[in-house]
């Protein structure tokens, strides 16, 4: 089922000062970025661990939802499509499973209180896959 956590994701008001304070304070890398058509950097992942990251990207708390101070939190599982069907047995209300942009299986959910959850399950196509060891 659920083997951890895969990665946090946090807005930041500003993307260049957050990469400072977790790059170059806290000693994380730079995985891969999330870039616009244009070309502009709205978005970053950052190696935290040996199958763990940090996920920021640049906005506003006003673009979350009300009173959660983060983005959601993501867990790793080792099969996406048999975690939503046993957890949809246990009366959970999941989206249907999808191939994310970066080529990883996902699923969301939400606590009792609201906060998302993303179910992750890394394919050997996921920009993650070359930072995993």
Known sequence: MVLGLAHVCFTASDLTRALEFYCD?????????FRRDSGEMYG???KT???????????????RAEKQSYGHICLEVDDVARTVA??????????DPKLGMDQSWQ????D??????ELHGYTPKSWQTPHLG
């Open 44 to 46: 970053v992942y950052l």
């Open 86 to 95: 046993e957890l949809r047995a246990k009366g959970l209300e999941l989206t």
């Open 25 to 33: 304070k806290l000693g994380f890398r730079v995985a891969f970025e």
């Open 112 to 117: 009792p209180d609201g906060n998302r959850i």
């Open 49 to 63: 661990g040996t199958r763990t990251f940090i996920e920021i990207f640049q906005g506003t708390l006003a673009a």
């Open 107 to 110: 699923s969301w959910l939400a």
